[in-house]
């Protein structure tokens, strides 16, 4: 007999066999044994993150092996994966009964992340302002300052502290798929004590030199006028 697909299960062909005007009747049994369907689910994550990637099989009992390109990177019905750029893994599995599923293609999306950059301290005067700018290597995401006591939505952000105050701004790029890619800078604004000249009122006699300095706690530099 010969038949290129045969029914899932056990497949029974009858036999006759005749030689010389006697017949004899038989029969043959073949099982056939599934082709197992593979379920297999990506991730998305934004680059350095752990991706994890699962699967599953309608035939159980069996072994998943995982591939990128030629090389097997490992066993067993979950993989743990650190790409950088979005990367498609293989995945095949073998039943007990040594039946291989075609070849699974899982991908995991890998998103940049973005990077703050152009931070740098300030130093002001009581009642100054200061313009914090935050540059970032990806644009369209969003910006979020906080002093620990108000939060702002703005970049550039203008500030006028009464005291010296630590600023952290967190930048968000939402690439869909449930990812959010983030990063973090601070920026410290050191506001400075004015000094204070001291009430100066002298009587002298005319003629008689003198010398005198105001009393100021923080700067050693007077203009006089």
């Given amino acids: 007999v010969s038949q290129s697909r045969y029914n899932v299960g056990d497949n029974v062909f009858a036999l006759n066999y005749q030689l010389n005007g006697c017949s004899v009747d038989d029969s043959i049994s073949v099982f056939v044994n599934p082709i197992p369907l593979v379920n297999a689910s990506g991730d998305a994550i934004c680059a350095g993150d752990t991706a994890q990637l699962t699967a599953s099989a309608n035939v159980t009992g069996g072994s998943f092996e995982w591939y990128l390109g030629s090389t097997q990177v490992g ?11 979005t990367t498609i893994c293989q995945l095949t599995y ?115 030199q003198f010398d005198f300095a105001p009393d100021s706690t923080l700067a050693d530099y007077r203009d006089w006028e």
Avoid: E, H, K
Wanted: hydrophobic share 35%.
């Fill in 94 to 208: 073998t039943s007990p009964a040594q039946c291989v599923n075609d070849t699974t293609q899982v991908t995991v999306y890998s998103f940049q992340v973005p990077v703050i950059s152009g931070l740098s301290n300030q130093a002001i005067c009581p009642n100054d302002t200061v313009n914090l700018v935050a540059n970032v290597s990806i644009l369209g995401g969003n910006f979020f300052w906080t002093d620990q006591v108000s939060n702002f939505v703005s970049n550039p952000l203008t500030v006028s502290p009464d005291d010296t105050t630590l600023y952290t701004v967190q930048y968000n790029v939402n690439y869909g798929f449930g990812v959010t890619c983030s990063d973090t800078g601070q920026v410290l604004v050191s506001v400075f004590a004015a000094p204070i000249i001291q009430n100066m009122n002298f009587t002298i006699c005319s003629g008689v």
């Fill in 75 to 85: 066993t067993g019905d979950t993989l743990f994966v650190t790409p950088t750029d």
